[in-house]
């Protein structure tokens, strides 16, 4: 009987053989379950890299828009009035 893993935690799923299948409304349900906790997670990770990817984008903005501004200085021209 093959194995199917589970990619949230690797643990191994033996399927019940197709008599079983037809019979079992309990496999139904845990394979409902699985394919929304697989969702779940998908979503998850993907939201993570998204996030990360838009904080180093908008960080690289920033530091692009502060070079602009010092044009090589330690500090902009108009932060010599207040110091």
Request: hydrophobic share 30%; charged share 25%.
């Amino acid at each position: 009987m093959e194995q199917f893993t589970d990619l949230s935690g690797g643990k191994k799923y033996n399927p019940p053989a197709p008599r079983e299948r037809k019979e079992s409304r309990n496999y139904y349900n845990t394979l409902i379950s699985q394919i929304g906790n697989l969702l779940q997670q998908g979503r998850r990770q993907a939201a993570y890299a998204v996030n990360e990817i838009l904080v180093q984008t908008y960080w690289q903005i920033g530091k692009y828009i502060v070079e602009f501004e010092q044009n090589g200085e330690t500090k902009a021209e108009y932060g010599d009035k207040y110091a």
